[in-house]
């Protein structure tokens, strides 16, 4: 089995609705991140959480949510989606005291 | 504003070919260097990393730090088709916090 899991892999939705993206991991990680990425753009980071009770916004949080529901669960919630939120969104975990992540597959938004 | 520059790209090599990689930085206080692998439409991968000046070799990669010209670099030798991806520079931050990526090179190797 995958050691980060998101799911779903693909999403279509329309603009206004409620979506959650979810990330699940297995490598018994402290560190959980949500990105973007956009061509042209890069990765960009949205939220990040070093434990079940820790919260940090990133670089473009504004539109976005999360939920760390335990160590290995961490959620991204788009309340009210717009079409520039298209984009691929990507989970990482991480050790603690270090920057290194590890990615998963990845999940396919688009907003019509 | 952290900034992370990579030439764009496609940077075009041989097969068995070396291919170098650039990526300049503007957060003085980044300790942590990252590259990842990104194959079109998959997830980054880590390939490498490095914490101190100089040079560090795995396999056929050899990244190399440079701090006072805040310059990081990535060289693969005897590049392969397979090598053909994006290749992203991610400096950490220097609370050990969080990674600002660049946008990557696209790197094309031809049989």
């Known amino acids: 089995d995958a050691d980060v899991t998101q799911t779903p892999r693909n999403r279509i939705t329309k603009t206004g609705k409620r979506i959650m993206l979810e990330c699940s991991q297995t490598?018994?990680?402290?560190?959980m991140y949500w990105y973007r990425q956009d061509p042209g753009l890069g990765l960009r980071l949205i939220y990040y959480?070093?434990?079940?009770?820790?919260?940090n916004k990133g670089e473009i949080s504004d539109g976005y949510s999360v939920s760390r529901q335990a160590q290995a669960k961490f959620s991204l919630s788009l309340e009210s989606a717009i079409p520039n939120q298209t984009a691929l969104y990507f989970c990482?975990?991480?050790?603690?005291?270090?920057?290194?992540?590890?990615f998963g597959p990845g999940t396919r938004l688009t907003v019509l | 504003q952290k900034e992370v520059e990579q030439n764009s790209g496609p940077l075009s090599v041989p097969e068995g070919a070396i291919a170098s990689l650039n990526c300049t930085y503007s957060?003085?206080?980044?300790?942590?260097f990252f590259w990842y692998r990104q194959y079109s439409g998959k997830s980054p991968e880590l390939i490498m990393f490095?914490?101190?000046?100089g040079d560090k070799e795995d396999g056929r990669f050899t990244a190399q730090l440079n701090k006072a010209s805040q310059y990081v670099s990535l060289l693969i030798r005897d590049s392969q088709p397979s090598d053909s991806a994006t290749y992203l520079c991610?400096?950490?931050?220097?609370?050990?916090?969080?990674?600002?990526f660049g946008k990557g090179t696209m790197l094309l190797v031809s049989p």
């Open positions: 990482a975990t991480g050790p603690p005291s270090s920057n290194e992540q590890f």
């Open positions: 490598k018994g990680h402290d560190r």
């Open positions: 959480s070093f434990d079940v009770k820790d919260i």
């Open positions: 957060d003085r206080g980044s300790q942590s």
């Open positions: 490095i914490y101190s000046n």
């Open positions: 991610a400096p950490g931050d220097s609370g050990y916090s969080t990674l600002t």
